[in-house]
């Protein structure tokens, strides 16, 4: 492992400390092989369900174990915020009402309505500032200096450790994966996989998967360096990250294999499929990793795999309209049966 993985990624010991807290407050969750997805993509395909987790997306393990943490270092805080397009939002509002602690979280204008529903039953103020997350995290910033709020960034050391757990139990669980896809928002995810397969010893490739409408993570991979891009995804919004997070990019420079891109189509064929196939509800961002292994397949065959649905948190109005759009991979698995004719009685053979 390279200087900036061992200074930047939790260790084994600190991610089975940061599993004492979390299932303290949830239970680990599902990874499952559907018959019908492995089919679809011609490999052994393995699930990570993050979308059972109780905000319904992986990020909750990171809020749990961060305010856990502040609350035991900072016990005179004022209050947290934070600026999301959602799921880190839920996550920061559960651990803030677990913890006893006030929670601010600022969203792009336009945001999913029913994260934002979700957010302020968590109890968190919502702000609604800036047309995308960047603006909406420098908003964060001015208001955390003047009410004197504590400022959760989007990449830390203890929310890496929390979101490690559940590739944690993916990879206890399927140690001979031959690789994962992971989608990257602002890397937490992606540095979660990299901790947990770094610390069991594993020899699993990582697969990084960015939105072709929101390229700044794959360009600066391929780059070697930082480089903004303009965000236009219409349907994955937790991948929608403008500017990278400097501390994720060098872990992904120097322990992520590849970096694909999926498009908007690509991402809805893919949540259209994880229904059919699973009967799972998946977000945009939620079915990224299996978008990416559609993309693939055909390098995929014979392999095992594991895709991380990562959340589920769509707003019901864009979910129908996914649902009812064709998609080829997805339609093809609801081929009418064969109809086989039967012989008539007189026709049968006789032993």
Request: hydrophobic fraction near 45%; include cysteine; charged fraction near 20%.
């Given at each position: 492992m390279t200087q900036a993985a061992c200074t930047l990624l939790p260790n084994l010991a600190e991610i089975e400390e940061a599993a004492g807290i979390v299932y303290a407050g949830m239970a680990p969750t599902p990874q499952l092989?559907?018959?019908?997805?492995?089919?679809?993509?011609?490999?052994?395909?393995?699930?990570?369900?993050?979308?059972?987790?109780?905000?319904?997306a992986f990020k909750v393990r990171g809020g749990m174990v961060y305010l856990h943490r502040l609350a035991q270092q900072q016990p005179q805080s004022h209050g947290v915020i934070s600026a999301t397009r959602g799921n880190h939002g839920q996550s920061v509002g559960l651990a803030a009402r677990r913890f006893g602690m006030a929670a601010t979280i600022v969203v792009p204008e336009g945001n999913s309505r029913e994260k934002n529903a979700a957010m302020r039953a968590l109890g968190v103020e919502l702000v609604e500032h800036g047309s995308e997350f960047q603006e909406s995290r420098e908003h964060a910033q001015q208001l955390a200096a003047q009410r004197q709020l504590h400022m959760i960034p989007s990449f830390h050391r203890d929310l890496v450790a929390g979101v490690s757990t559940y590739w944690m139990e993916l990879f206890a669980a399927q140690p001979e994966l031959d690789l994962v896809l992971v989608p990257i928002g602002q890397g937490s995810g992606m540095c979660g996989a990299v901790a947990a397969r770094n610390a069991l010893g594993l020899?699993?490739?990582?697969?990084?998967?960015?939105?072709?409408?929101?390229?700044?993570?794959?360009?600066?991979?391929?780059?070697?360096?930082?480089?903004?891009?303009?965000?236009?995804?219409?349907?994955?919004?937790g991948v929608a990250c403008r500017v990278p997070d400097q501390a994720s990019l060098e872990v992904m420079l120097s322990q992520v294999d590849?970096?694909?891109?999926?498009?908007?189509?690509?991402?809805?064929?893919?949540?259209?499929?994880?229904?059919?196939a699973t009967h799972n509800v998946a977000e945009g961002a939620g079915a990224c990793a299996i978008a990416a292994a559609l993309q693939i397949r055909g390098r995929l065959r014979g392999r095992k795999i594991g895709v991380t649905l990562s959340g589920g948190n769509v707003d019901h109005d864009v979910f129908a309209r996914v649902l009812m759009r064709a998609a080829p991979v997805a339609d093809t698995l609801l081929a009418p049966a064969q109809v086989l004719t039967l012989p008539q009685d007189g026709q049968r053979r006789t032993a």
């Amino acid at each position: 492992m390279t200087q900036a993985a061992c200074t930047l990624l939790p260790n084994l010991a600190e991610i089975e400390e940061a599993a004492g807290i979390v299932y303290a407050g949830m239970a680990p969750t599902p990874q499952l092989c559907w018959p019908l997805l492995s089919q679809a993509l011609g490999a052994e395909v393995w699930v990570k369900h993050e979308n059972h987790a109780p905000t319904g997306a992986f990020k909750v393990r990171g809020g749990m174990v961060y305010l856990h943490r502040l609350a035991q270092q900072q016990p005179q805080s004022h209050g947290v915020i934070s600026a999301t397009r959602g799921n880190h939002g839920q996550s920061v509002g559960l651990a803030a009402r677990r913890f006893g602690m006030a929670a601010t979280i600022v969203v792009p204008e336009g945001n999913s309505r029913e994260k934002n529903a979700a957010m302020r039953a968590l109890g968190v103020e919502l702000v609604e500032h800036g047309s995308e997350f960047q603006e909406s995290r420098e908003h964060a910033q001015q208001l955390a200096a003047q009410r004197q709020l504590h400022m959760i960034p989007s990449f830390h050391r203890d929310l890496v450790a929390g979101v490690s757990t559940y590739w944690m139990e993916l990879f206890a669980a399927q140690p001979e994966l031959d690789l994962v896809l992971v989608p990257i928002g602002q890397g937490s995810g992606m540095c979660g996989a990299v901790a947990a397969r770094n610390a069991l010893g594993l020899k699993t490739r990582i697969i990084g998967v960015v939105s072709a409408h929101a390229l700044a993570y794959k360009l600066s991979f391929e780059a070697g360096s930082k480089i903004e891009s303009p965000v236009s995804t219409r349907i994955a919004d937790g991948v929608a990250c403008r500017v990278p997070d400097q501390a994720s990019l060098e872990v992904m420079l120097s322990q992520v294999d590849e970096v694909i891109a999926v498009s908007d189509d690509e991402v809805m064929d893919a949540m259209k499929l994880a229904y059919i196939a699973t009967h799972n509800v998946a977000e945009g961002a939620g079915a990224c990793a299996i978008a990416a292994a559609l993309q693939i397949r055909g390098r995929l065959r014979g392999r095992k795999i594991g895709v991380t649905l990562s959340g589920g948190n769509v707003d019901h109005d864009v979910f129908a309209r996914v649902l009812m759009r064709a998609a080829p991979v997805a339609d093809t698995l609801l081929a009418p049966a064969q109809v086989l004719t039967l012989p008539q009685d007189g026709q049968r053979r006789t032993a």
